[in-house]
């Protein structure tokens, strides 16, 4: 189970920080990702986190998200900083035993959280 926290409506400029929390499955082995949809829009990747820690980012976000792991609170972190108001969506928290992709999506998917920012 996977369940999004820390949505929320912000001005552009500000940030936000937001959670997932996982749980029913070996935590650390998996692999992880933030995804967002808005309204009429596709559902497009915002970044991913292996079990290693590596991380990937859309080129949309880079140099102001940052996606982050702790195994042990088994919670998946996205800080988000100047924000801007196409970062408006749903925002989905995903996990897979194997790989989290842009492309491919997840297996698991949490409920999500919804952004709005505002100019």
């Known amino acids: 189970q996977l369940v999004e926290s820390g949505g929320g409506s912000v001005q552009a400029g500000g940030s936000l920080r937001l959670s997932c929390q996982a749980s029913?499955?070996?935590?650390?082995?998996?692999?992880m990702g933030w995804f967002r949809q808005a309204p009429g829009k596709k559902r497009e990747g915002v970044a991913t986190?292996?079990?290693?820690?590596?991380?990937s980012y859309t080129d949309s976000v880079k140099g102001r998200f940052t996606i982050s792991r702790d195994n042990t609170k088994n919670t998946l972190y996205l800080q988000m900083n100047s924000l801007k108001p196409e970062d408006t969506a749903m925002y989905y928290c995903?996990?897979?035993?194997?790989?989290?992709?842009?492309?491919?999506?997840?297996?698991?998917w949490g409920q999500g959280t919804q952004v709005t920012v505002s100019s």
């Open positions: 995903a996990a897979d035993f194997r790989s989290v992709s842009f492309t491919m999506g997840a297996s698991y």
């Open positions: 029913g499955y070996t935590y650390n082995r998996f692999s």
């Open positions: 986190i292996d079990s290693d820690g590596n991380a």
